[in-house]
């Protein structure tokens, strides 16, 4: 199946804790990017990547790490300098390496505890 | 930067209603999408509309690129059409989405 798969689906963590959270798609899109929601909230960017080694900082960057050494995956370290990392992070991917249409994985909620 | 401003906040609707969401923006973009947010928090793509008409089923949307506003139909809404419906719209020279605060739909059997 195409698609975009991410990893856990929950995950918990203590205060002052590194965390890194997996987005892998095999749609052969050039471009992903990384999102986070607060409850009854909108979608805010944090990072973005438009081609393999390179990435740029979205809104909401602070706090948060990208990689991305293959064209298929573009995993997300929340680092302990996030002070309010609980949320639901989002991942999608495009097409080309402009903001062509946006393709959305499943999600993963991240608590700290 | 851009203000994406969509309207109303919260809808609730009698199955088999009709309902027009909007969605209306401050710049000029060379992308929109509508997106619907399911319970689970699975975004599916509705439609990408940067300018024009378009329908797939009960649902049709309409954007005006040159009054900076997008319009999404819902016609015989079920209650699977529950959920938050996003549109996100991406500015000229810019490579990234914006996206409005949504709205919340619930339909009542």
């Known amino acids: 199946d195409g698609g975009i798969t991410q990893s856990p689906k929950y995950l918990f963590r203590k205060e002052g804790q590194n965390v890194t959270l997996s987005c892998e798609q095999n749609?052969?899109?050039?471009?992903m990017y990384w999102y986070r929601q607060d409850p009854g909230q909108g979608l805010r960017l944090i990072y973005y990547?438009?081609?393999?080694?390179?990435?740029q900082k979205g809104d909401i960057a602070e706090g948060y790490s990208v990689s991305r050494e293959k064209k298929e995956s573009f995993p997300l370290t929340v680092t302990s300098a996030q002070k309010n990392p609980t949320a639901f992070y989002l991942c999608a991917s495009s097409p080309g390496q402009g903001a062509d249409r946006q393709f959305f994985g499943p999600g993963t909620r991240l608590t700290v505890l | 930067g851009i203000q994406v401003e969509q309207s109303p906040p919260d809808l609730i609707l009698q199955e088999g209603a009709n309902s027009t969401l909007r969605c209306n923006f401050s710049d000029s973009v060379n992308n929109l999408q509508w997106f619907h947010q399911n319970p689970w928090g699975q975004l599916i793509n509705l439609f990408y509309?940067?300018?024009g008409t378009k329908q797939n089923g009960r649902l049709s949307a309409t954007t005006v690129a040159t009054e900076r506003y997008s319009l999404l139909y819902i016609s015989s809404s079920q209650t699977t059409d529950s959920g938050v419906y996003f549109c996100?719209?991406?500015?000229?020279?810019?490579?990234?989405?914006?996206f409005g605060s949504g709205t919340k739909l619930n339909v009542k059997p």
């Open positions: 996100a719209v991406v500015i000229y020279n810019f490579n990234k989405f914006y």
């Open positions: 749609l052969n899109h050039d471009a």
């Open positions: 509309i940067p300018s």
């Open positions: 990547s438009q081609i393999v080694n390179d990435f």
